[in-house]
């Protein structure tokens, strides 16, 4: 009896680690889907990426604006924001890396009728490119 009870808490203990892990996972990425002309706004660790795609050939035509983020704790950066101008194929994702370790990877879908941008970590991409 003592030990079927001991096996049963093991067993509950092993679940929710399992089960915290799965939602520790979730939080580490984001995903949103957008259609074409559809604004999007991404955190990205210290960076804020705000764009939209259009079609073109059965390509997305990517444009981006990468900027620090906003904070009321600390005054307006000095450092200009950048314009990121990309074409992504369907099935060939584009990626843009941040010095943090975040990246952002844009998948154009159904024949560039909408594109998906996922935030992860880089160690969570190794894992997908496996």
């Not at 990426?49 to 600390?74: H, P, T």
């Amino acid at each position: 009896m003592q030990k079927a009870r001991r096996l049963t808490a093991v067993i509950l203990a092993a679940a929710g680690l399992v089960a915290s892990a799965g939602f520790a996972a979730a939080e580490d990425t984001m995903v949103r889907t957008v259609k074409p002309y559809q604004g999007i706004m991404l955190d990205v660790g210290s960076k804020q990426l705000g764009g939209y795609f259009s079609q073109a050939d059965g390509r997305c035509k990517l444009n981006v604006i990468v900027a620090d983020a906003y904070s009321e704790d600390r005054a307006p950066s000095a450092n200009a924001s950048m314009r990121v101008q990309l074409t992504v194929d369907v099935d060939k994702p584009a990626r843009l890396d941040t010095a943090e370790g975040k990246l952002v990877q844009f998948d154009c879908l159904n024949g560039a009728q909408a594109m998906k941008a996922t935030v992860l970590d880089r160690v969570a991409l190794n894992d997908l490119v496996k």
